[in-house]
């Protein structure tokens, strides 16, 4: 018997999901849990495994596509091997059965070619409506056509005549043409190579233009003499090393920050559009932006307020090892109210983060340079370190922002202050 296995709900809020990579094909034998598609949602892929043994007859939902929660994604003969045909399948079988031509018949005008994007559905709706779809503009995506459209054509109400009768292999033939999709416009030429736009890097676009379109972005920057945390966490690296923990600055920077929103509540918002409010969150989870070799994901740490430098740091540790390797669930990487975005030793001097959607605001950390500078009047050597903040402007003002990451370049510049504040 046939079993149609459908897209399962897999989260909290998930109503669809992108079809990244299939990890059987049709014809295989898969076993029960065995792992059958990675699908995306959110930041976070997952395997989705097969909940019955059988032979894969169809797969009906291809990589890249987006596919809705329940939508039927592949199709398992969980029988004796006997399959199920498709519709189309069944149309097909259909044709091959019918009686060859007879030569002696006059043979009947030719068909001309659909040229116009619509379902069997909507074809059968133009039909019975007495409606020429080649003289339909579509308002569907790609120009389709759709019923609205139809129903338009016919001046809002189903016409009163019998449908024209349609010989069955032409209507056939018509649910089995392909829509014909509009030409390409990139110019291309023979050494190009083309890499699927999907998966992590489509869902990485997507965030980005959805932040470009929606918060007005204006960036801070200023410098920060980093001396005194350098030596800080030169001493505290041996204890956490005894420990099995990876000391980078990035804790003490999220300890900062914790500090900051905490000072500057506005900075830890978000702006509910629907209902006209801004929302002042009263968690602190600190998303760290990394490279992976899918692209940049974030991980979180959640309740940072909450825990040691230790504590956060092995967190980290623990975050990065699991992003870098698929394995971070999908609330390890969602759900961030404050994003902080390194590059490490490739910091740069200057950058303009984009705010991860719906925060507010988000901040560049620089590489750490020993750098010539005045104090008290003579030239020295301090390690300077460079941050720029992407703030939304519709949120937070400038003097605002400034505010913010003045103080929190104070507790990095003096760190022993960090110890100070309740964080």
């Known amino acids: 018997m046939a079993f149609e296995f459908r897209l399962p709900d897999i989260g909290e809020g998930v109503v669809e999901g992108e079809v990244v990579r299939w990890l059987v094909k049709v014809g295989d034998t898969v076993r029960e849990d065995q792992p059958m598609v990675e699908v ?18 169809s797969i009906d939902a291809p990589e890249g596509k987006m596919c809705a929660v329940g939508q039927v994604m592949l199709t398992i003969d969980a029988g004796n091997g006997a399959s199920v045909p498709s519709p189309a399948q069944e149309e097909r079988q259909f ?20 040229k116009v994007l619509a379902t069997p559905a909507t074809r059968k709706l ?36 019998a449908p024209e009768p349609v010989r ?16 390409p416009v990139h110019v291309i030429s023979a050494g190009d190579e083309r890499i699927p736009f999907r998966g992590l890097r489509k869902k990485i676009a997507e965030n980005m233009a959805r932040s470009k379109r929606t918060a007005a972005h204006f960036t801070y920057v200023d410098d920060c003499d980093v001396t005194e945390l350098v030596a800080l966490r030169a001493r505290a690296k041996r204890r ?9 600055y990035l804790p003490f920077i999220i ?11 506005i900075v830890n918002s978000t702006l509910d559009e629907e209902k006209g409010e801004i929302v002042l969150r009263k968690s602190y989870h600190i998303g760290v932006a990394a490279a992976s070799e899918a692209g940049l994901i974030v991980p979180v740490v959640r309740d940072a307020d909450q825990k040691s430098l230790f504590d956060i740091a092995k967190e980290l540790q623990d975050l990065s090892e699991k992003a870098k390797s698929g394995k971070a669930s999908r609330e390890e990487l969602t759900g961030s109210t404050f994003t902080i975005s390194s590059l490490g030793t490739l910091g740069g001097v200057l950058a303009t983060p984009i705010i991860n959607y719906p925060e507010v ?15 008290d009047g003579q030239i020295v050597i301090r390690e300077m370190q460079n941050f720029a903040i992407s703030l939304d402007h519709r949120v937070v003002d400038g003097y605002e922002g400034a505010l913010f990451l003045n103080h929190v370049l104070e507790l990095l510049a003096d760190p022993t202050l960090m110890f100070m504040e309740l964080v």
Not at 133 to 141: A, N, P
Not at 240 to 248: C, D, F, M, N, V
Not at 255 to 265: D, I
């Open 168 to 183: 069955p292999v032409a209507a056939a033939a018509e649910r089995l043409v392909a829509p014909i999709e509009p030409a």
């Open 361 to 375: 605001a988000v901040l560049g950390v620089h590489k750490i340079r020993a750098t010539p500078v005045v104090r």
């Open 95 to 114: 044709i091959a059965k019918l009686p060859p031509a007879d030569p002696h018949r006059a043979e009947e005008p030719a068909m001309p070619a659909v």
């Open 126 to 161: 133009a039909r019975e409506m007495g409606v020429d779809l080649s003289r339909v503009r579509g308002s569907g995506e790609n120009g389709r056509i759709t019923n609205e459209d139809v129903r338009g054509a016919a001046g809002g109400a189903a016409v009163a005549r």
């Open 40 to 57: 995306m949602t959110d930041k976070a892929t997952v395997e989705i495994p097969s909940p019955k043994a059988g032979r894969v007859l």
């Open 255 to 265: 300890k900062a920050v914790v500090a900051g929103l905490k000072k500057y509540p």
């Open 240 to 248: 956490a090393e005894e420990r099995g923990i990876k000391l980078s």
